[in-house]
């Protein structure tokens, strides 16, 4: 029962994550961002592969020092919550 139980919310939790990604892929996709931040939304949310890259995947694909990740990461997230605000 308690598996049963775990698994129903590991699929809710994998839906709702899914929701989530499709509607930042769309605001992605209808906005002007810099290649980058494009990048590490779309790494950072799974967007194209259904889950989130790791820290240290985005450091290796974007070639790029973890402090300059750790800014992009913050500039990126913030730029996308504001449109997301605005679009409320």
């Known amino acids: 029962m308690i598996l049963e139980e775990s ?6 939790d ?12 769309k605001l992605v996709n209808e906005n002007s961002l ?14 194209d592969n259904e889950k989130p890259a790791s820290f240290k995947e985005m450091i290796k694909i974007l070639k ?3 402090k300059e990740l750790k800014k992009e990461i913050n500039i990126s997230d ?7 605000k605005s679009k409320l």
Do not use: A, C
């Not at 913030?78 to 997301?84: Q, S």
């Open 64 to 66: 790029i020092s973890p």
């Open 14 to 25: 994998r839906k709702n994550f899914k929701n989530l990604s499709l509607k930042i892929e």
């Open 34 to 47: 810099t290649y980058n931040q494009e990048k590490i939304i779309r790494l950072r949310y799974g967007i």
């Open 78 to 84: 913030r730029k996308v919550f504001n449109l997301i």
């Open 7 to 12: 698994d129903d919310l590991e699929n809710i």
